[in-house]
């Protein structure tokens, strides 16, 4: 069978993915770029369309709707064990990314994703899938086709090693040259062992032995990672996709090996980057989300995930659905208002479910972040346990309730002031006898009825009474209609900041 090259722009490739903007995103970008392409929103969609058509990539997003994206993954795997699977994941935990590719995907991609680096992976996906379907018919066409497969192979940008049944090197690309510094004619005949580190040597020979025995590998159609072992003696890290067939009796094997020296760079830079912001979050007296528009967490601080008895992995990547149910929808309704009009939210004071029947009370602030384009992709939260100061204002807010009440019941005429003597609170006794509607009084200051030649009593009066001394004394009081009365004041501390006046009114024999 001859199998041409496929140019990119008739390659199909296959976008699963629920978000409606990320996946139109994503499908004008390839279409762009020449692909022929085709959507779908979940996972069961996917394998369906995947036993009906014959695609070059698959894009995958693990966060689905249905089902798990690693269960897609796995039932692509069934359904073509070359498929290459491009894995998006909105988690940078290890699980999600180098996990995907311990679990047959060919790269993943952390979102939000580089056009470019999208651009390079899927390239070489589609380059490794068309290589993969053209090692499948190697038995067939090994021997008339021999000088075509070794262009091809010595074109290829990956080292590509085949070896005999015996772990014999047969075959030995360019690319292979540049990573391990052998010739062609220095490395075949000896044992693939010569680059692997003596640590895999005995697991490689178990392996060989099994495989010469029943035929069959483990690592067969899989992509694993691994260090492979210079001529120079140096190890450097390695992705080695793994085939076998059987040729004129004898099994052979061919690996595709890509150094992933940067990637591991990267990854590890990454990772410092990520436990450095984690120390951060981690100092923020609030507890912090990012979430994305589809209600997921997508980073989280220790003490938001320590306010639900969890760790940070166990809440990262999860949909709120699944951890505050009662609260879920209202919080993603607040977090589409943000996400839709690029404006925060701030002092939202809402219900916080810690656990099944307990609940407590947060003030929230919620701000959009965006992509490297500048588009709003999620929110960042950040909420303060008010529990005890809600608490604390409602009983302050009850007894304060109270005292008015209290206040306005009393038989005398009572006027309260603070510490600068201006008036807080008053009863209608005590507004009819200085002539002022409560609204007018309140907000005085109580000397300002004084008549001008006994202000001085006040300034003496006043520090008395916040010495605690309860005083009482006569003064002539100007109403508000200019007239003039004499009263007696008994003033005493209620607090630091409160004083009472009890007011009666002299009358002249």
Known sequence: MNVERVPSHYAPVLIVEDDEDLGFALEEQLRYQGYKVHRVRTGSAALERAKSGSFSAVILDLGLPDISGFAVLRGLEELDPLLPVIVLTASVHEDHTVGSLRQGAFSYIVKPYNRDELKIVLRQAVEARRLAIKMSHVERELMAKDA?????????PDGIVLADGDGKIVSWNNAAERLFGYTE????????????????????QRG???????GESHLAGKIVELYGLRKNGEEFPVEISVNSWELGGQIVSCGIIRDITRRKESEAALHRQRVEQQV???????????????NRILRANRRAAES??????????????????????RYHQDDLAVITSGHPKLG???PYEIAPGQKRWVQTDKVPYHDAQGNVIGVLVFAQ???????????????ERLYRLLIENAGDSMVLVDREGYVTMVNAKACAIYGYTREEFIGMNIKDTYVATEKDIFAQVLPQTMEGKSTRFERRLRRKDGTIISIEVSASKISDNRYLGIVRELTVD
């Open 208 to 214: 060989l032995e099994r495989v010469k025995a029943t």
């Open 385 to 399: 346990d008010i529990t005890e100061r809600r608490q604390a204002a409602l009983i302050q807010e009850e007894n």
């Open 148 to 156: 075509e497969f070794r262009h091809v192979v010595q074109a290829a």
């Open 348 to 350: 939202i004071v809402e």
């Open 308 to 329: 639900i008895s969890k760790t940070v992995e166990e809440i990262e990547g999860r949909s709120t659905y699944d951890l505050y149910p009662d609260e879920a929808e």
């Open 185 to 204: 004619n220095e490395i075949v005949g000896l044992p693939l062992s010569t680059i692997m580190p003596t640590r895999y040597r005995e697991g490689y």
């Open 280 to 294: 951060l979050l981690d100092l923020i007296p609030a507890m912090v989300w990012y979430k994305d528009s589809q």
